[in-house]
């Protein structure tokens, strides 16, 4: 047990911790340095999502369902996944429209309708309500063990309505909120330092559960598989790792993974905290993943707690829900449970800080604000000293609700109850929102019946059941029914019985909800305006926030200047003023009538204070003229598309040139190349055909001028001029294969083909070239015979290429080439190797290209012409292979082959003919 004084001092220690943070966090947000312009920041003020439900409620739930607590974290973690689809859309658009709150974006979307406005307004307080009582509840609750609990047999005592810890609680609370999120007018402004001191509550509360458990199993416990072991000991606790623990089974399951997914979104504190708080919408991005780890780390502990408080407290009367706390005591650990109870008071403090400055809003702008508007005396008064008022007036009466509701109806719930509640309520707002923003047909019609029946549905299938349940009606509500009628029951509405009341009511108020408003839009017309925010919502990536134009009217600059000066003071609307002005190029003092971009202007600087809905009565008050007729509308939402759709065809149009160019450029450079190939070509087949020529000139003449010559030398002159007169037909052979082969006029005779035998027949051809140069060759042919189907001149030729490029490159006396013939699944190989100078990694592709040449060095003529390789590429391709080369400097080249076999069926009875001409060939 811990001094009153002792806690007292350390708690408020803590919140002005969390006040010295926020004081930072706008401090620099005034000077233009923002020090939530991050990603993880974002991040941890998301994490707003935990609260006393998750430090404390997740235990006890977790201590009487097993795992029926993880739907509440599975929910977000899978609606994460969607969130730069989805909430990236919503961010875009509150941004674009300077919306404040989730009433302002439901009631924008439909035509600023302000009825809608102030019925989400409406559910959103009733659903929030016993939402922050579950806070209040949660840190009272916990505040009284930490100072009373001396062992698990004493009772909490009760305390009065107006005296208690619970209402000290709720003041305090209601006092930070004021410090927090009261000292601007304008709401569309960021509370930047309200979002780092969550963001800050964040990492305690964290780091507090995490101490907690880490204490929990590694120090009264031997680790968390010593718990489940002694759990699995006792049938009761074995029970928890089964599924069969879960209340209303798997149908329960999805209903609470469908809650969460909708609540991480649309719970106004965490669309405030998402959407209006947003920097940057691309912290979205980061978010996707960050977040799910974060519900991941304060979850970890949670069955192991629950477990080891039903160990510890076995056949005691202890608060499942305060296991995180009572553990830690009745081991005497006095400093770890004010730990955890600083983690508890920052999971509780964090919510209805956002969720009453959330609500404050809604409440001001969309419920007060009107009805002030239609009050005759107050329509031209300055009303900006009226707007913090409210809001703080607002936030004191919803934390004052939420105190009465905890005193009189939550003290009867569990935490778990009260939050799933609420997240029904939540999701209420959910169809009106995802079709709204993909959906045009959508309409105010249909979105108001949608909201109104699903709003009734819950209230009637869940609030009033709350109220039955704590004493404040009859019973026989429940059971069987309002006046008996056993079908109108609460819990089995039109007869029908679902796995649990909580089932039972989310799947008639959303049935209710998505028929109605799909139901009544496809048969109600939507008027211009209608029509027109559809477009903006659904479209929002292809407008621009200029496009929302919707005034034929006129009005006079001072007229707009006043009326918002009325709402937002006289400083601050000439200060907004003059920065339009300056930003568009006009003076203030000559401008005499406003065009439709400053109404706009002044509309959204109207919204960030009153909302859309009010901003844009009070702007048609002003207006001289009527609103844009829907003809006319949907002609300049026409010439817009055109406009924009004629602007992406010139985008489209001019990527396709700046392609075009590119390729123009490169085929220019391709045939810059080919020309300069095409000229060491001519140079080298010139000089390939004037060195023959001139030796078969040569010695005819020396033959011709001397008929003495002796025998011996005349036919040395002889086998030379035939030597040199084969070398120029081999070289005019090849240019007019190649010219064959690229014009299709080559004749191809493809048949069955042993590889052993052409290998052979190659190396037969060549051996006195080997021989004269003193280059070693060795052949590798297996035992069995390789066929393939192909022109046997044809691959012969490839072959004796191949050997003779090695020739080429290989020293005399110095060099080794290996020819291989292998088979690998239906393939057949050949390589050639040598030990050659090799060939560099860029020279690979190059070298089977016309007209390319390999050098010996930088002064050496190329050697060859530079058609062998290309032609015996272009054959290879023929018949369906593949050819490459396989080479580094200095280590010599491989140059491989492939083709398909021929099955040996085929060709076995061919074997003796191909022999025979193998052997003929030779002779």
Known sequence: MLSYWVILSVSFGYLGILFAIAYYGDKRADAGRSIISNPYIYTLSIAVYCTAWTFYGSVGRAATTGAGFLPIYLGPTLMATLWWFVLRKIIRIAKTHRLTSIADFIASRYAKDPFIAGLVTIIAVVGVIPYISLQLKAVSTSFNVLHTFQDAAQSLPSQSLWRGTALHVTLVMAVFSLLFGTRHIDAGERHEGMVAAVAFESLVKLLAFLVGGVFICYHLFAGPLELVSDAVKSPELARLMRLEALPGGYANWLTLTFLSMMAIL???????????????????????????????????????????????????????????????????????????????????????????????????????????????????????????????????????????????????????????????????????????????????????????????????????????????????????????????????????????????????????????????????????????????????????????????????????????????????????????????????????????????????????????????????????????????????????????????????????????????????????????????????????????????????????????????????????????????????????????????????????????????????????????????????LPRETVWVMADRDRLMQVVINLLSNAVKFCENTEGRVRIRLETEADKARVEVRDNGPGIPLEEHERIFEKFHQLKGSLDEKPRGSGLGLTISHRIIQHHGGRIWVESEPGAGAAFIFELDQAHASECCNKEGEEDASGRDDRR
């Open 266 to 780: 649309f719970l106004p504190r965490q669309f405030h905290i998402m959407v209006v708080e947003n920097v940057n919408e691309d912290h979205v991005r980061k978010a996707c993943w960050l977040f799910p780890l974060y519900l991941l780390a304060i979850n970890l502990f949670v069955l192991p707690v629950s477990l080891a408080g039903l160990i510890v407290f076995q056949g005691q009367a202890v608060d499942p829900d305060t296991f995180i706390l009572t553990v830690p005591l009745q081991a005497k650990q006095e400093l770890i449970a004010l730990l955890v109870f600083l983690g508890g008071l920052s999971a509780a403090t964090g919510m209805v800080i956002v969720a009453t400055i959330a609500l404050s809003t809604m409440i001001c702008n969309d419920l007060v604000v009107p009805v002030l508007l239609r009050i005759r005396a107050l329509q031209q008064r300055d009303l900006s000293s009226f707007l913090l008022p409210i809001r703080r007036g607002s936030i004191f009466g919803i934390l004052l609700l939420s105190y009465a509701y905890f005193r009189l109806v939550g003290e009867s719930h569990a935490l778990v109850a009260i939050g799933l509640l609420s997240f029904a309520a939540a999701a209420q707002f959910a169809p009106a929102i995802l079709i709204g923003i993909h959906w045009k047909g959508a309409s105010r019609k249909g979105a108001m019946a949608g909201l109104l029946a699903g709003f009734a549905v819950w209230t009637y299938t869940l609030f009033v059941p709350s109220l039955a349940i704590s004493g404040w009606l009859p019973m026989t509500v429940l059971d069987p029914g309002p006046f008996g009628l056993t079908f109108l029951g609460p819990y089995h509405l039109f007869g029908m019985t679902l796995s649990d009341p909580l089932t039972h009511s989310v799947f008639w108020s959303m049935l209710a909800n998505v028929g109605l408003l799909v139901g009544v839009s496809l048969f109600t017309r939507q008027s211009a305006m209608e029509r027109v925010q559809a477009a903006l919502f659904v479209d929002v990536f292809r407008h621009g926030p200029g496009e929302s134009r919707l005034w034929s009217g006129t009005a006079t600059v001072i007229e707009l200047q006043e009326l918002v000066a009325r709402f937002v003071g006289a400083g601050e609307a000439g200060k907004s003023f003059a920065e339009y002005a300056t930003g568009h190029g006009f003076d203030l003092r000559t401008r005499v009538e406003a065009d439709a971009d400053l109404v706009t202007f002044a509309e959204r600087k109207l919204a960030g204070a009153i909302g859309a809905a009010s901003a844009r009565v009070m702007i048609a008050s002003v207006v001289k003229g009527e609103e844009i007729s829907i003809d006319e509308v949907m002609r300049i939402l026409d010439e817009t598309s055109q406009v924009i759709e004629y602007s992406h065809r010139l985008e489209e149009k001019s990527r396709e040139l700046e392609a075009t160019t590119a390729e123009l450029r490169g085929a220019n450079e391709r045939l810059k190349e080919l020309d300069r190939l095409k000229d060491e070509f001519v140079s080298t087949v010139t000089h390939e055909l004037r060195t023959p020529l001139t030796s078969v000139r040569s010695f005819s003449e020396i033959l011709r001028d001397n008929p003495s010559l002796d025998l011996a030398e005349r036919q040395h002159f002889l086998e030379i001029i035939v030597k040199e007169s084969e070398r120029l037909t081999r070289l005019i052979n090849q240019v007019l294969d190649l010219a064959k082969i690229e014009s299709g006029s080559i004749e191809w005779s493809d048949a069955c083909v042993s590889l052993n035998l052409v290998i052979e027949d190659a190396v037969g051809t060549l051996s006195q070239v080997f021989g004269e140069h003193a280059i070693a060759l060795e052949q590798e």
